[in-house]
């Protein structure tokens, strides 16, 4: 039951479209961009994965050092203590580190398929020893005249979530982490619900509990608390390893629509969606049964780590979702989806009362 339309022109971005950010590096992936409308243009926020180029017999890759500068680590491939069999993470006598260093890149459009980097805007770097590993996976919710970045920091001391703001998107403003480790997946409602703003999240525990969607609240944005459990993975389902939310909830006459992320146990990442109560968004009212999005193209199924469809960015206009996504870690691509249809699924999976977490 896939219902996206594939732009024909996919994959729209690949990293040989852009040029790495420094000398000896290469961009190895393009991911999952942040989208926001400025100026009359639609912009992508785009996570760009860097390392170096690789000697034959060894592994390299990079890091910030303290002083805010790239540092690039090497180890024998034969070395006893190393472990690279994941090409997303490396691990060296119990210490993981990852294989790329992300950073945001800001790239514009006139008609939402011809992509370019705009002068005057400069990429958004990790600073500091909580964003060591760099940034990824950037949200962008707009609230009257503010755009307020939810992003995945990530250090040595783990993944949580940091917050800038900006409204010319040349000056930014730095707020620090909001939710810290070990959480990721944050996105803010664009508008109040009463007095309170409310965001999904992904606090995650390998012991007890698992990688599930969160609500939480603030007076401030900067806040927040009243966490409440609204989504959890379910066995033998297209999301039964982990779930994500995409971007920021979509506000519809039948609710909160929320284009989410879903993993299965052979890592192979679906969109779905779920539908929460306008007053109350930590009720859900529906949730799919079959995902909405799956790696069913070629570039969806082979890349840098295949089967991977991932959003966290789109733009609608009217009944249509203009969906922009990560396919298989490696390009940037894009799709419609209709409103109506979306919710015509969920009508048929309505639990009328029932618990469906």
């Not at 479209?17 to 000896?24: H, I, M, N």
């Not at 926020?45 to 890759?61: C, N, T």
């Not at 940034?135 to 503010?146: L, Q, S």
């Not at 010319?168 to 959480?183: A, C, E, Q, S, V």
């Amino acid at each position: 039951m896939d219902l996206a339309k594939r732009f024909s022109v996919n994959p729209l971005l690949r990293p040989a479209d852009l040029k790495p950010s420094r000398a000896g590096m290469k961009i190895e992936c393009l991911l999952n961009p942040g989208v926001f409308t400025y100026e009359g243009k639609l912009w992508l926020l785009l996570r760009v994965a860097e390392m170096p180029e690789q000697e034959p017999g060894k592994v390299s890759f990079p890091v910030y050092d303290a002083d805010g500068s790239i540092a690039i680590r090497t180890f024998d491939k034969a070395d006893p203590g190393l472990d690279s069999s994941d090409p997303r993470v490396i691990r060296y006598n119990g210490q993981d580190y990852l294989t790329t260093l992300s950073h945001l890149r800001l790239v514009c459009s006139d008609d939402g398929l011809r992509f370019y980097e705009p002068e005057g805007y400069a990429p958004i770097f990790g600073e500091g020893p909580l964003e060591a590993y760099g940034i990824e996976d950037c949200r962008v919710t707009r609230i009257g005249h503010t755009y307020h970045l939810t992003y995945t920091a990530v250090s040595s001391l783990g993944v949580g979530v940091g917050l800038m703001q900006t409204q010319d998107w040349k000056h930014i403003d730095r707020r620090g982490l909001i939710f810290p480790p070990h959480n990721k997946d944050c996105a803010i409602f664009e508008e109040k619900i009463g007095d309170l703003y409310y965001a999904l999240h992904r606090p995650s525990s390998p012991q007890l509990g698992g990688n599930y969607i969160w609500l939480a609240e603030s007076p401030d944005l900067i806040h927040w608390g009243n966490h409440r459990c609204i989504a959890t993975t379910r066995p033998h389902h297209w999301d039964s390893a982990r779930v994500g939310a995409g971007a920021a909830p979509i506000k519809t006459e039948d609710g909160w629509l929320e284009i989410y992320h879903g993993a299965n146990h052979e890592h192979r990442y679906c969109l779905g969606a779920l539908l929460l109560d306008l007053e109350d968004p930590s009720r859900v009212l529906a949730r799919s049964e079959q995902p909405l999005v799956e790696p069913l193209a070629a570039y969806e199924r082979t890349g840098f780590f295949g089967n991977v469809v991932f959003t966290n960015g789109h733009h609608v206009e009217g009944d249509t979702v203009y969906l922009y996504y990560g396919a298989s870690d490696e390009v940037i691509c894009g799709a419609t989806l209709s409103i109506h249809e979306i919710l015509d699924t969920l009508k048929q999976t309505t639990h009328h009362g029932k618990d469906i977490l």
